[in-house]
């Protein structure tokens, strides 16, 4: 019997190097299939001297398989998709069909169909074929052990995967072009494959996965040629990603990438045409491998003739006139030619809510409207421009939807959302949706997305979708430590997505009910010395109609005096304040809605049971503070609350007392001159013990009658910006002030809200109202007012602070599970008694650097090392070095 018909793809032995089995292209492969489907169509042979008539149909009488293979027989005939009692053609596309069909099962190796025998119209074929091998082992060389499950993850090289040529290709070129990227030019991968003989009839092969990454071939000089008009060194500045060697340099590296470097390419040619030199271009450019294994760069361009700008003329605008449109242009005749410029005017892409004439129309509706400057004459230099428009018909929401929400409920979304079913289209109104949504807090800010569904340019009509990804929005807090002479002991509770209504729904609690928007936090913090327990609730919108919150805090301390002989807490003697808090923020629409105008009225009960300590001039009394505060801010950051990139942060408060002293009848002068002439008793050396005891006792009677009722105001400002000075990072200006002051001087500043400036700014042991305020490189609240004419370091606290700050922030990662950045910074500020003293320009500065990461169920963490470059307080030596712990707050 001779052989009919032998389709066959032929593979080299897995054994075999890499460097023969990539000898094998998949071209050359296709072109051997393809010429065996030829010789199927045209080839004849005779069977046992009977001739085959190519015209004539056969019926298959029978299939065999024949081969190395682990599937039955009848698994591989299914495969084919050939039948016994089939009608086909020899040759005939059917068995070709058969063919492509078992190639594509990505299976088998080797595959060969045959005709045995023909019996007047009979047929009998037989398949053969062999299994193309499984991965048994992987051993991976070159690579640091932590990184090969990335290497089998990417390329997919898990025991039991089919080894194909292509498989083998690809993994070689993935991991060239991996570690070239990372500037590892003259990486070599080499792939061996050794076949497993053992006694399983399984067709299996070990791969040897050997890398070579060699040496990181770094950028020793970039030199321009041809240019006249622009240095070198702008050039080189415009390349934002190649770079030359230079050790002072830290975020960008001197490595090449080829990808990143052709982009940079096409910077040089835009940098011309910033000048002015439209026709600038790159005529060649090389690269040369140094001695010292770096490389250096030529690059050839030609500059062309520098042209201005002529008539910029639009046409097509009805929407907006020629002037309006000019005014957003912002360009005049004669004008150097800048094209990357007038694109930036006419569509910036880098900047979602930018000034220029595409969201001036998409902000009015126009969706679907196209812009296009065309040049229409280049005479004498002179370009001549005409900004097409083609405005379309205003496009409306259709329906507006949000998916991806999981525990949040829909209602806590939608009143959120600046996009509603029927409303003009509005790109600004798109971007402040993602941002709101951002805001909550509920959310990955990173990965909100605003998707357009069935734009319908006829009929005038959008679908938006907003898809979110819930993120872990609960926070606990449970942590133990000395300090202060003993254990302390936290727990924090905090659910920022609390259902209320549910609480008493079992069902609900998963572990607790959430979904509502609504804040809950539960704070427990003792020791020997103190016990703190505080409540805390807000809802963002009072009846669910208007963006109205409302909040409410109850706390209570209580602090025990340290007995100095026995080293232990005297609980006969105790400090406590009990406070209740309630408040309103109401967001506002002018000037515009990123205002919040918020009231709160709070009551604190100050208890002194023979706790005297220095810090109040009585040890048995009380103090009372009923206290309005109103502020209003303004936010409009962006995106991410964790990590802005754009937008400003600005507040100001007032909180003051009732003016008590104008309508009790107290002679605060009378008690002033009392007390002034009681403290004189105290510091004259004169003084008999007696006469001083009774004057000291004397001064706490007074105190105690002048701070019954508490009587301040206290005005507090800070403001911050963000812009994103390069990809991702961030510069971060701040300034604070604050100022606490006092109706009635004969009365004085009260010893409770002062300014306790320096250090990591965490409200240690806040008791009585303090503001702690962050100044790094300085120890906790060491920055006092001092008093160099007496050399006195007032410990109690200051009425008036400023700060200033500068910070510079990049990511690590942005993702939802860990969000990571570092960051350096300069600061400044100081604290004084009374504005006589205050000297806004007379501050302590520092600088360090230090990182910050954020995990949804810890909230914020973070560690600062600062330097501080001037004396603290009644010293003359600079401070120096100083490391913060940063827990649960944000700078």
Known sequence: MKLLLNIKKERDDLGKQ???????????????????????????????????????????????????????????????????????????????????????????????????NIENNIAYLQIRLEDLPQLNELKVNGVKKGKIEGIVEDNKLKKGTKVTENLITNTKNFLTRKYKKEGFLNTKVHINTIEVKDSLKTARVNMVLNIDKGEKVKIKDIVFNGNEMISDKKLRKAMKSTKKINRLRILKRSKFVDSAYQADLSSVVDKFKEHGYRDARIVSDSIIYNNDKTISININVTEGDLYTFGDIKFIGNTVYTDKQLNNILRIKKGDTYNGVLLQERIADNSK???????????????????????????????????????????????????????????????????????QLYSKAEVVRTVRELGQLGFFDAQEISPNFNNPNPVEGTIDMEYSVKETGSSQIELQGGYGGGGFIGTLGLSFNNFSMKNIFNKEAYKPVPMGDGQRLALRLQASRFFQTYSFQFSEPWLGGKKPVQFSTSISHTKQFLFDFINRRADRSRSFNITGITFGLAKRLSVPDNYFTLSNAIGYQRYDLNNYNTGLFTFGDGYSNNLSYTIGLTRNNTRFDPIFPTGGSNFSITAKFSFPYSTVNGVDYTALREERDLNESITQNVNSTPSQVQNARDRISEIDQERFKWLEFYKINFKGDWYNEIAKNL???????????????????????????????????????????????????????????????????????????????????????????????????????????????????????????I??????????????????????????????????????
């Open 18 to 116: 890499v460097s023969n089995l990539t000898n094998i292209s998949p071209y050359k492969t296709f072109i051997k299939f393809c010429f065996a489907i030829l010789l199927m169509t045209v080839s004849c042979f005779n069977i046992q001297a009977q001739s085959l008539n190519t015209n004539k149909k056969y019926t298959i009488g029978g299939i065999s398989v024949l081969g190395n293979s682990s599937f039955g027989e009848q698994t591989i005939i299914n495969f084919s998709g050939l039948k016994k009692d089939q009608e086909i053609n020899i040759p005939g596309e059917e068995i070709g069909n058969a063919i492509k069909k078992l190639w594509g099962t990505k299976l088998f190796n080797n595959i060969e169909v045959y005709v045995t």
């Open 352 to 422: 979602p809510d930018a000034n220029d004439i595409t969201n001036a129309y998409q902000n009015n509706g126009y969706l679907f409207s196209t812009i296009r400057q065309v040049e229409v004459s280049a005479d004498n230099n002179v370009i001549d421009m005409e900004i097409r428009i083609t405005e379309g018909k205003p496009a409306y929401f259709n329906s507006v939807s949000v998916v991806g929400n999981e525990r949040t409920n829909d209602h806590v979304i939608y009143r959120e959302l600046k996009t509603r079913p029927g």
């Open 730 to 852: 961030v510069l971060r200006p701040l300034v604070e002030f604050g100022f606490l002051g006092a109706y009635n001087n004969d009365r004085g500043a009260i010893p409770f809200e002062r300014f306790f400036v320096g250090g990591d700014g965490l409200g240690q042991f806040s008791l009585d109202g303090r503001e702690a305020i962050q100044l790094r490189g300085y120890p906790n609240q060491s920055l006092a007012p001092y008093d160099k004419s007496t050399g006195q370091v007032f410990n109690d606290g200051a009425t008036i602070y400023n700060k200033f700050s500068l910070e510079l922030r990049y990511p690590v990662t942005l993702k939802a599970s860990a969000k990571i950045y570092g960051l350096a910074f300069l600061e400044a500020g100081n604290s004084w008694n009374s504005f006589k003293d205050y000297n806004p320009f007379n501050v302590n500065r520092s600088a360090g650097m230090g990182v910050r």
């Open 854 to 891: 954020f995990m949804p169920a810890f909230g914020l963490l973070g560690i600062d090392f600062g330097h501080g470059f001037d004396p603290l307080p009644g010293t003359t030596e600079k401070h120096g070095w100083e490391t913060h712990f940063i827990i649960g707050q944000q700078f």
